[in-house]
């Protein structure tokens, strides 16, 4: 029997090593969830042209060096972050995500853990480029990740709220750099933190079997799904306040319409949550939240059309 378990492992090995570089490459990309990384460089720029710096010329915003760096840091950060989190969730992942995990699987670990340091150095050595203050903010940065995959995930409310943080500082990284205190700033942070925190609720609901199964103190585990679900719910009509307080602000634009699709999106997930009982559901649920962020980073553009034509033409 031992010989067997041996030979399949020399097997399952050799695969990996024989595996074309592009699908090792396919493999790393979602590891490091690529598509999610760029959604977050098309925010961070887009948020830096309708709301860090609407004064600023497009031009000047697409050129600035520094942005550039703060961006570069932030993709090397989280990509490492993902990493490191795909190291430390790979047995439950194995239980809540099979398909995906061998696919994961094909680069090795041994491979996988010096593309992370190197990638937490060089977002250390762009934030440094920016300025000492942007270097610390990274290095504070990435050693949160870590310890939100090592430990603070394992934990109701720690891990509830971590993961929502740090979803928000690459954003809090171009909010400082470009000094904006504007209320209206806090605000639709305010929107997007609600909404993250839905979503973390949503995933633990969804990788509810293998949390349990490696004792993972998840809110959904710890206090069960109808529990779980009366919070979703609560933070549902919380994040109603800063809807209706970004609606009133002529500064929107045409952000708005967003805004009113999202209270409605927000009422058919309601809706759907209270009759979702298996994990299919959870993870259609967790598309659809998806969906609203990816939507809420595209109608950045809708807060002044303008923009589109008037600071396109000066470049």
């Keep these: 029997m031992d010989l067997l378990e041996i030979s399949k492992n020399n097997s399952k090995n050799n695969s990996k090593k024989n595996a074309p570089f592009y699908i090792k490459m396919l493999s790393l990309f979602s590891v490091v969830r690529g598509y999610n990384i760029l ?17 600023k010329s497009l031009k000047n915003i697409i050129l600035d060096i520094d942005l550039y760096f703060i961006v570069l ?8 972050g993902y990493i490191i989190n795909n190291f430390y969730d790979f047995e439950t992942d194995k239980i809540n995500k099979p398909l995906k995990t061998k696919f994961d699987a094909i680069v090795d670990q041994k491979i996988k853990l010096p593309i992370y340091f190197v990638l937490n150095f060089l977002g250390f050595i762009f934030g440094l480029l920016v300025s000492w203050r942007a270097a610390l903010f990274f290095s504070v940065y990435i050693f949160s990740i870590w310890l939100y995959s090592h430990k603070l995930k394992r934990y109701p409310l720690m891990g509830l709220f971590s993961a929502a943080v740090l979803s928000l500082l690459p954003f809090f990284a171009v909010f400082v750099y470009y000094k904006n205190f504007s209320e209206i700033i806090f605000t639709h942070a305010a929107f997007l933190f609600f909404i993250l925190l839905i979503r973390q609720l949503v995933k633990d609901l969804e990788s509810l079997k293998g949390d349990f199964v490696k004792n993972y103190q998840t809110i959904a585990v710890k206090y069960g799904e109808h529990f779980t679900k009366i919070l979703i719910s609560f933070l ?9 307080f970004l609606l009133k602000y002529p500064e929107i634009g045409r952000m708005k319409y967003y805004f009113y699709g999202s209270v409605l999106t927000l009422i058919v997930f309601l809706f759907l949550l209270w009759f979702s009982k298996s994990k299919r559901n959870y993870v259609l649920l967790h598309w659809l939240l998806k969906l609203l962020i990816f939507a809420g980073v595209f109608s950045l553009a809708l807060i002044d059309t303008s923009v589109l034509i008037e600071r396109i033409l000066p470049i």
């Design 39 to 55: 959604l977050i460089v098309i925010a961070q720029y887009l948020a830096s042209i309708f709301i860090f710096a609407p004064e």
């Design 73 to 80: 840091a932030s993709v090397c950060v989280i990509a490492a």
């Design 236 to 244: 549902v009509i919380l994040t109603l306040n800063p809807i209706y």
